[in-house]
């Protein structure tokens, strides 16, 4: 079986969490987070961190004393077997249908601001970052981090300026406390949004081979990344409700666009858009990252053709980039064909993860000895409460998590039965 070159450290680990994290996200989930929660939307924020927190140290405990390609699946095929390890897998890759799409078509509306173009480029703006993001997955994670390791850096200045230029002191009066059980209610309603921003601990996990000391650089990585990750959102959300930089699927897509405009002016806006789209970029690159190496664990699970196993010159699993690209550029082609919104793709996106969340959790129990185990707890009553605010986009999950089980059962079923034969 080849092997990933162990060549991260605790500062590149902390980088490619706060991209992980930031990317895409911090593009839209502020403003979307105010559209629906209004004036309570920093208590969402608030409650979406509190939430996560178990979920993350317990990832990073699994990440420290079980590192490897198969992330939260191979986790979960220690705890339970091999056929469910494959049906997580699988549940992973099903991501691809319905997540991609949202993190491109955001790097898509960033470009069009660059160049000033209308929304009618969207859908081609849109396949040449998944040609971008090819190139840059068939490079390798070393090189990609070098990279993440600037763009985190001017994107941490930029924050700054923002919250100088934009008077952050006077922004803080746009938080309200939520005060009767229907205000916390709108409050907890953009939480399942807010969750999105989230989503790279089980991108992250992928990446525990690839530490050089997984033991003390994983959690270190995790938990450093994610303290600078909130105060970052933070920062944007008061910004945004103070300037009212959002309201509608468009406004909200370009909301650091709309903000820097009013701030600063429009060529300052244009800058901000390129870094924007930098940070985009970065963001889903690593989730392509991430999905090649599950493409690579399945096929050396014998669950994919083998060629999709190899490791190019880079260190990357090349055909398994050029595997998830195809798809995510079906997908998005699938998106414009049928006006699928934003919001609908976030949250099926969301209950997939939350789903592969909720099984490495109940393997952490399994795995995890001790004291530790408390934390398995906290971690399941926080997937519970987040899979009760996405309701019926649980349904995505679900189903394909059947379906993937099921066939691996009829598999190994017909692959035993031809061994005895023979």
């Known amino acids: 079986m080849a092997q990933f070159q162990r060549t991260l450290g605790p500062f590149q680990g902390i980088t490619m969490t706060i991209t992980t994290f930031v990317g895409t996200g911090l593009m839209v989930l502020p403003a979307m987070s105010v559209t629906v929660a209004g004036e309570f939307a920093f208590y969402s924020w608030l409650i979406a961190v509190a939430i996560i927190a178990p979920i993350a140290v317990v990832f990073a405990l699994l990440g420290a004393r079980f590192p490897s390609s198969g992330g939260a699946s191979h986790y979960i095929g220690q705890a339970f077997g091999e056929r469910a390890e494959k049906a997580v897998g699988w549940l992973f890759l099903s991501i691809l249908l319905v997540g991609p799409s949202v993190a491109i078509k955001v790097c898509a509306y960033y470009l069009a601001v660059v160049f000033g173009l209308p929304d009618s480029w969207i859908l081609s703006l849109s396949i040449l970052t998944v040609v971008g993001l090819l190139l840059f997955g068939i490079i390798g994670i070393q090189t990609s981090a070098k990279i993440q390791s600037a763009i985190v850096v001017v994107m941490l200045i930029a924050v700054f300026a923002l919250a100088l230029q934009g008077d952050i002191i006077s922004a803080t009066q746009t938080i309200h406390t939520p005060t009767n059980p229907a205000q916390w209610q ?204 996405i309701g019926w986009g649980m349904l995505f999950a679900g189903a394909t998590l059947f379906a993937a089980y099921h066939w691996e059962q009829r598999h190994t079923t017909k692959s035993a039965a031809t061994s005895l034969m023979e």
Not at 224 to 247: E, K, P
């Open 186 to 389: 709108q409050a907890l309603s953009a939480v399942n949004l807010v969750f999105w921003c989230f989503l790279g601990i089980e991108v992250m996990a992928h990446m525990g081979a690839e530490f050089k000391k997984p033991a003390r650089d994983f959690p270190i990585a995790m938990i450093g990344g994610i303290s600078i990750v909130v105060l970052t959102y933070l920062t944007l959300v008061l910004l945004i409700s103070w300037h009212q930089a959002y309201g509608s699927e468009t406004k909200d897509s370009q909301s650091i666009a709309i903000l820097v405009n009013t701030l600063m002016g429009s060529t300052a806006s244009k800058w901000f858009s390129a870094g924007g789209f930098l940070i985009s970029f970065a963001n889903t690159a690593i989730y392509i990252l991430g999905f090649g190496r599950m493409v690579h664990a399945l096929a050396n699970k014998n669950a994919l053709p083998k060629p999709f196993s190899k490791l190019n010159r880079f260190g990357s699993p090349g055909w398994g980039i050029v595997c998830v690209c195809s798809i995510c550029l079906l997908s998005i082609l699938a998106t414009e064909l049928f006006q699928l919104e934003l919001y609908w793709l976030i949250e099926m996106t969301n209950g997939a993860f939350l789903t592969i969340y909720t099984l490495a959790t109940c393997a952490a129990w399994r795995l995890l000895k001790g004291k530790l185990r408390l934390l398995t707890i906290l971690s399941m009553l926080a997937c519970l409460t987040i899979a009760y605010q």
